[in-house]
């Protein structure tokens, strides 16, 4: 039985429903093909940064979606999504198991704006099949089929967040040099002497400050993606990002953070520690470094809640399920492929012959 979504976005023509066209960038009548565009204000720029603060999950003010929203709850994957109040869903947009449960309104940040989808159903189709035939060590059968997806067009949840970082250390850095060392061997034999290049390490000990603004480090706010196929889409751009406006979603499917905005900025925090490890590792040069110390200060920290779109799938190949994602900004894709043990295994075998040839060849030369 099909249940017909509630007409929230009449079309002015014939009164039908209308929902974001991704390829005209307007909203477009489902019925009578009728594009309207979307009312972008004139003087918006770019997206608002709220101050850090942890109790702002508890502000009713930022919690309005702009149209009434209902939780739901997938029972097979836990995964929670989003849906105007009077729809009902069917399938999970995930798993896509029928088991879904409203979970009553929605008690979240609503997101501060968004990447509308630029890349259509038929698009994604397209690129996941020539990206597969792409794919190394996957099955001939595989390569050849024209592989039927399961496709839902999901704006994921992200956070942002923005700091300028002020880091002192110490460290001791090793500078290596090198001296002719007379040492003897035996060969056939007879003892003799030979000169050798042997490396030393000179330490001291090094200070200083480092200072480094970070702007939009993207933190994921699902937990319900893969997390290596989706750490992949690091080519969104930010840039393009638009003012929130709840005619996007119309036609697709908003996941609800399940990260909070502690735990982003916690996790947001330890990728700026890395980088800053790097950078400053880089800054004091020298061969080696141990004993590094760096004391970091966060100040003028700011977050958005952010939707990106992206085409979530799911396909069979010989009763197995595997799962892939499309970027509905950029096109890229990422996912898991079925792979061929044979080939692996050919592959293995034939630089294992090279890599012994190799060896062979040498062990002739006198």
């Known amino acids: 039985m099909t249940v017909e979504a509630p007409i929230r976005f009449p079309c002015p023509g014939c009164g039908a429903q209308m929902a974001f066209d991704a390829e005209s960038q307007q909203m477009k009548c489902t019925y009578c093909g009728h594009l309207a565009p979307i009312d972008i204000p004139e003087e918006y720029e770019e ?9 702002d999950e508890n502000d009713e003010a930022l919690r309005d979606w702009g149209t009434e929203q209902q939780v739901i709850k997938c029972e097979s994957c836990g995964a929670e999504t989003l849906i105007p109040v009077q729809q009902t869903a069917l399938m999970c947009a995930f798993c896509g198991s029928p088991k879904v449960l409203p979970q009553g309104s929605d008690d979240s940040i609503r997101p501060e704006s968004i990447i509308p989808f630029h890349i259509t159903k038929e698009k994604a189709d397209e690129l996941f099949l020539k990206w597969k035939k792409k794919k190394w060590f996957v099955p001939n059968a595989f390569k050849k089929q024209h592989t039927r997806s399961n496709v839902t067009g999901i704006y994921v949840p992200f956070w942002t967040f923005d700091a300028q970082t002020h880091s002192d250390y110490e460290a001791e850095v090793g500078t290596h040099h090198y001296r002719t060392e007379t040492r003897t061997r035996t060969v056939d034999g007879k003892t003799e002497t030979y000169e050798e290049q042997v490396r030393y390490t ?8 480092y200072s480094q603004f970070f702007n939009d480090v993207l ?29 996007f979603l119309s036609g697709y499917v908003a996941e609800r ?8 900025w916690a996790d947001a925090r330890y990728r700026i520690d890395e980088e800053l490890e790097s950078r400053i590792k880089s800054k004091i040069g020298g061969d080696e470094i141990r004993n590094l110390e760096i004391d970091t200060g966060y100040y003028d920290r700011t977050y958005k809640h952010i939707l990106l779109p992206l085409w979530n799938a799911t396909y069979n190949f010989k009763n197995k399920t595997y799962h892939y994602m499309v970027n509905g900004e950029t096109g890229s894709v990422s996912g898991k ?7 692996i295994t050919f592959f293995v075998l034939f630089w294992a012959i090279v890599a012994a040839v190799i060896i062979w060849y040498f062990n002739q030369q006198p």
């Open 47 to 55: 997206p608002v940064e709220y101050e850090l603060d942890f109790s």
């Open 202 to 209: 000179v330490w001291h000990s090094t200070s200083g400050s």
């Open 219 to 247: 933190v994921p706010a699902s937990s319900h993606h893969d997390s290596r196929i989706l750490a992949k889409f690091d080519d969104f751009s930010l840039g393009d990002l638009l003012p929130y406006k709840p005619e």
């Open 257 to 264: 953070y399940n990260v909070s905005l502690r735990d982003g």
């Open 337 to 343: 492929v079925p792979r061929s043990g044979w080939k």
